[in-house]
């Protein structure tokens, strides 16, 4: 009995054998990718939250400097941010915050870097959009007209933003005597607009000036 059950032990043994031999190699390989592939996503996890962390940090230094007007510290702690964490959201949005700053005390070439800075750096397209819109102004306001334009013509505008790039060339082609490409783009922009977009007031007083009625029938064509 003993010798019978040693028999089917070999067996078995050799069974086990023959399948290590021809799968083992595999199975330890797609084993350890598994393993790979969970540390690198921790690591990753972890590396992104620490990101996030230090950049948080940064930005709460940024912020309080723009409440104070500590324009030394914000530029210093813009930055830090722009040269550590140029991929985060936080970074794009200091970046805007300090063009605001900077703008509202009148120092018009300071505004334009960081809004340039986000054009060229960050992810979020809604943050590019709305960088371009500004930059846009600050050029109307050194009558560049045609960097102006350059900065929201032609480009791909994220959901929303449209309009606003439709109104803005309006106000470009008003400017440069271009009635005709002003009707149109102010159309487009008011019928681009959700109907209670208060901003859709202001672009029908610009139609209304340009002899456009928009209770007119070949205007809701």
């Known amino acids: 009995m003993a010798s019978h059950l040693d028999l089917e032990e070999q067996e078995q043994l050799d069974q086990i054998k023959s399948f290590w031999t021809r799968w083992?190699?595999?199975?330890?390989?797609?084993?350890?990718?598994?393993?790979?592939?969970?540390?690198?996503?921790?690591?990753?996890?972890?590396?992104?939250?620490?990101?996030?962390?230090?950049a948080a940090v940064l930005f709460d230094t940024f912020e309080e400097a723009s409440k104070q007007g500590d324009l030394a510290l914000l530029a210093r702690s813009l930055s830090d941010l722009q040269d550590q964490f140029p991929r985060t959201t936080l970074t794009a949005q200091a970046a805007l915050i300090a063009a605001k700053t900077y703008f509202d005390k009148e120092k018009f070439s300071e505004a334009e870097k960081p809004l340039q800075w986000v054009v060229d750096h960050a992810s979020d397209k809604a943050y590019v959009a709305l960088a371009s819109l500004r930059l846009s102004a600050l050029a109307i306001e050194r009558k560049d007209l045609a960097k102006a334009r350059s900065l929201v013509e032609g480009k791909s505008a994220p959901e929303g933003f449209q309009p606003l790039f439709d109104d803005r060339l309006g106000d470009i082609a008003l400017i440069e005597g271009k009635h005709e490409e002003a009707k149109t783009r102010f159309t487009s922009a008011y019928k681009g607009m959700d109907e209670s977009t208060e901003y859709r007031r202001l672009i029908e007083i610009k139609l209304g000036t340009l002899g456009v009625d928009i209770a007119s029938p070949e205007f809701k064509k």
């Open 24 to 54: 083992g190699n595999l199975i330890t390989a797609v084993v350890t990718l598994v393993l790979v592939c969970f540390a690198a996503w921790n690591g990753w996890n972890y590396w992104h939250q620490r990101q996030a962390t230090q």
